[in-house]
């Protein structure tokens, strides 16, 4: 009760912040929310690639510095793991995924919470009140990670620092989110999902902007087929299956 009072206050603060145009609080809009790793531009793994993957990773180095999408209240915080180096098991901390930060959000009448994973370092404590501006900790490899990057996770119409995984969504179809300049996906990550007709349309115009090419959905059917293009050595950046396109993003 006290904690969501707390809440309730710090979104009155918020807009009176908006109504009286203090700068950390934009007016609502597109694109509001920032990526939180400002230092990389490169997603090494899409959200529900092949081995289902409800996050989507920021490959990172050792070290830069992650900040908080958008202004909330820090809902968990858990620093306590010291593996912090690359390795193919878990070291068991937070189930897995090592160091992390979870902050709710309340963004155009809907909540939300981001979740960061494996982290080097911890920043902020439970109850804290970010912003995009606040750096709530470090780039790191803690938990089952196999190299240095943050998973990056975000739940809608969600209010807790529990993971159901009904409520993720693929952070990179919410519109709000602005994608870093010259964003693109790593060399060796497809990503797997079926675009609107518009947005096709853009993105054949011009792959390169890959901030106007959303995904729409996801099909498993999709990674089948991204295996079948893998084998068969495709050098395409987009391939086409029916409905659904398989997007390896252009390696820089
Ligand atoms: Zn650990
Ligand atoms: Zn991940």
Known sequence: MLKNMKFVTVLLIAIMSMMFGTEAFAASGNQDWKWPVPDSDKMSSCYLDCRNH??????????????????????????????????????????????????RHIYNGQSYVSRYGHLAEVYVSVGDIVTEDTVIGTVGSTGYSTGFHLDYRVYKGYTEAEDRRENVIDPLMEQFIELPEGFHANATTWCCYAYEEDVKEQYAANPKVVQTARAASFSSECCEKYYLCESSNLKMDVAVFGDFWVRRALAH
């Open 54 to 103: 409800y996050a989507i990773d920021i490959q990172a180095n050792n070290g830069m510095e992650v900040y908080a999408s958008y202004f909330g209240e820090v809902i968990a915080a858990n620093g306590y793991c010291g593996h912090n180096y690359c390795k193919y098991y878990s070291c068991g901390c937070e189930g897995g995924l090592g160091n992390n930060v979870y902050v």
